[in-house]
């Protein structure tokens, strides 16, 4: 708290790891001894920079830009860019520390970064995104490298931006490579990237719910979110025969009792780049209204948070437990508070966190980082199986770690250990680094 005063985000993701660690400490003396949780919560390198740009009217604009490369123990560093006004150094560490220990448990080779800038997309025109991803690339691509840091797209940051980022890129080096991940199929993108992380919550929720002899399978869904999480989860959740009742975004929520119609949630969002209003103008059972999703009280089985962070409180979690959930599971980094963890484990709701939910996407970055080595693209049922594969196994992870600490289906805690043991011992073995 004394080194980073203001960084309450990086200080709350920091506080519940640790606390989750008290029993691997107490097992493993030799992590005390040198000092691993010190090194771990003290990024290896941060980078601050300046983002100068034009608007369309001509006005010089500045913007802050932030590379954080948090720990290479297991690879390279790697996690996403976020565009939002909200992005500070508190923010981008919180997502880069957290990154961390989800990589770890993807079982892939991959180290934590997170990075982005306090850039607000919203309202500009394309050439103004152009112009604004290649000067933040003209500084970035100093720092980053295909075996060196690798990022990739977050709140803000899609397909489009990844293309303009990797254009400057190229641009600027002179040489293809697989520099970011997210890239369009055209040119080195990996098939069933974009689902990634929406269909990985759901592969893994349904690991979970299964576990519990439970199933999908009729259940009603809250999703918040209309982004690239919130539309892959809802793709995937009805295709398990559940009925997802809500969407929404930064301004208000539709909420659909029908079952909220993918294609139009797609034709609005991904394709007219529109607020989430405009579902209730196409869809007569639609209601929209304004203010936070997890304000509405309805009666259903499953939360699925994939917005932003802190968006559920302590009292939303208590209108959940009023509401009858069963079982929460993270799309969205951090997206639940403190106070509102706390209300899920002492009312019973069986917790997904978002290290361990949402992990899909930066596993499939990491299959196209390998595919972007050999020169070759994989299938989509080959890359989807492998996902699926990957969110079964993190399942497993924690909840081994969950029997073996004894922790009565913390899978919070759960999920702390199993990423951060393999860091630990990483980290041990290459020395005082
Ligand atoms: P998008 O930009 O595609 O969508 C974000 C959605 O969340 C939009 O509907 C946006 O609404 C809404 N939102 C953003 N800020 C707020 C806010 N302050 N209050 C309410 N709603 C808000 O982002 P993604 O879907 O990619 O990311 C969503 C979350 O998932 C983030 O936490 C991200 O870190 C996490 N994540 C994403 C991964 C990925 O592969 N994309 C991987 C792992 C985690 P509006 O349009 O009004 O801003």
Same mark, same amino acid.
């Given at each position: 708290? *004394?080194?980073?005063?203001?960084?309450? +985000?990086?200080?709350?993701?920091?506080?519940?790891?640790?606390?989750?660690?008290?029993?691997?400490?107490?097992?493993?003396?030799?992590?005390?001894?040198?000092?691993?949780?010190?090194?771990?919560?003290?990024?290896? !390198?941060v980078f601050q920079f300046r983002i100068p740009w034009?608007?369309?009217?001509?006005?010089?604009r500045i913007n802050r830009g932030f590379r954080v490369?948090?720990?290479?123990?297991?690879?390279?560093?790697?996690?996403?860019l976020r565009l939002h006004p909200s992005v500070n150094l508190s923010i981008v560490?919180?997502?880069?520390?957290?990154?961390?220990?989800?990589?770890?448990?993807?079982?892939?080779?991959?180290?934590?970064?997170?990075g982005g800038a306090d850039f607000d997309?919203?309202? @500009?025109?394309?050439?103004?995104?152009?112009?604004f991803?290649?000067s933040f690339?003209?500084e970035l691509?100093?720092?980053?490298?295909?075996?060196?840091?690798?990022?990739?797209?977050?709140?803000?940051?899609?397909? !489009?931006?990844?293309?303009?980022?990797?254009?400057?890129?190229?641009?600027?080096?002179?040489?293809?490579?697989?520099?970011?991940?997210?890239?369009?199929?055209?040119?080195?993108?990996?098939?069933?990237?974009?689902?990634?992380?929406?269909?990985?919550?759901?592969?893994?929720?349904?690991?979970?719910?299964?576990?519990?002899?439970?199933?999908?399978?009729?259940?009603?869904?809250?999703?918040?979110?209309?982004?690239?999480?919130?539309?892959?989860?809802?793709?995937?959740?009805?295709?398990?025969?559940?009925?997802?009742?809500?969407?929404?975004?930064?301004?208000?929520?539709?909420?659909?009792?029908?079952?909220?119609?993918?294609?139009?949630?797609?034709?609005?969002?991904?394709?007219?780049?529109?607020?989430? @209003?405009?579902?209730?103008? *196409?869809?007569?059972?639609? *209601?929209?209204?304004?203010?936070?999703?997890?304000?509405?009280?309805?009666?259903?089985?499953?939360?699925?948070?994939?917005?932003?962070?802190? +968006?559920?409180?302590?009292?939303?979690?208590?209108?959940?437990? *009023?509401?009858?959930?069963?079982?929460?599971?993270?799309?969205?980094?951090?997206?639940?508070?403190?106070?509102?963890?706390?209300?899920?484990?002492?009312?019973?709701?069986?917790?997904?966190?978002?290290?361990?939910?949402?992990?899909?996407?930066?596993?499939?970055?990491?299959?196209?980082?390998?595919?972007?080595?050999?020169?070759?693209?994989?299938?989509?049922?080959?890359?989807?199986?492998?996902?699926?594969?990957?969110?079964?196994?993190?399942?497993?992870?924690?909840?081994?770690?969950?029997?073996?600490?004894?922790?009565?289906?913390?899978?919070?805690?759960?999920?702390?250990?199993?990423?951060?043991?393999?860091?630990?011992?990483?980290?041990?073995?290459?020395?005082?680094?």
């Amino acid at each position: 708290i *004394k080194r980073d005063p203001n960084q309450s +985000e990086f200080q709350e993701a920091v506080f519940t790891v640790l606390e989750s660690l008290k029993p691997v400490l107490e097992k493993h003396p030799e992590y005390i001894k040198t000092n691993i949780l010190g090194s771990l919560v003290e990024p290896e !390198r941060v980078f601050q920079f300046r983002i100068p740009w034009q608007d369309d009217a001509g006005n010089y604009r500045i913007n802050r830009g932030f590379r954080v490369q948090f720990n290479s123990a297991i690879g390279p560093y790697k996690g996403g860019l976020r565009l939002h006004p909200s992005v500070n150094l508190s923010i981008v560490k919180f997502l880069g520390f957290e990154q961390i220990l989800k990589n770890s448990l993807t079982g892939l080779p991959i180290g934590g970064g997170k990075g982005g800038a306090d850039f607000d997309p919203k309202g @500009k025109s394309d050439l103004e995104i152009m112009r604004f991803c290649q000067s933040f690339m003209t500084e970035l691509q100093k720092y980053i490298g295909p075996n060196l840091d690798v990022p990739a797209g977050d709140i803000g940051v899609g397909g !489009r931006e990844i293309g303009y980022l990797y254009g400057q890129y190229k641009r600027l080096n002179g040489s293809q490579s697989g520099i970011l991940t997210g890239k369009g199929l055209e040119y080195g993108g990996s098939l069933a990237r974009t689902e990634a992380t929406g269909f990985g919550l759901i592969y893994f929720l349904d690991a979970l719910i299964k576990d519990q002899k439970d199933s999908l399978k009729s259940k009603t869904i809250k999703i918040s979110g209309a982004g690239n999480v919130a539309i892959y989860a809802l793709q995937k959740a009805q295709e398990n025969g559940a009925k997802v009742v809500t969407v929404s975004d930064s301004n208000g929520y539709i909420y659909d009792p029908n079952g909220i119609d993918l294609a139009t949630v797609k034709q609005i969002k991904e394709v007219e780049r529109g607020r989430i @209003k405009e579902y209730a103008d *196409k869809i007569s059972t639609a *209601k929209y209204f304004e203010g936070s999703v997890w304000d509405l009280d309805i009666d259903y089985d499953i939360a699925l948070p994939c917005a932003t962070q802190n +968006e559920i409180n302590e009292d939303q979690a208590q209108l959940m437990v *009023k509401n009858g959930v069963k079982y929460i599971a993270e799309g969205a980094n951090m997206p639940s508070s403190t106070k509102a963890i706390k209300v899920y484990k002492d009312n019973q709701i069986i917790y997904g966190p978002a290290k361990a939910a949402n992990a899909g996407g930066v596993a499939v970055s990491a299959l196209e980082m390998s595919q972007n080595s050999e020169r070759l693209s994989w299938n989509f049922e080959d890359v989807d199986h492998q996902l699926k594969g990957i969110m079964e196994n993190i399942y497993k992870q924690i909840s081994d770690a969950d029997k073996e600490y004894d922790l009565g289906k913390d899978y919070q805690a759960g999920a702390n250990i199993a990423g951060f043991e393999k860091v630990a011992k990483a980290m041990l073995a290459q020395g005082l680094v």
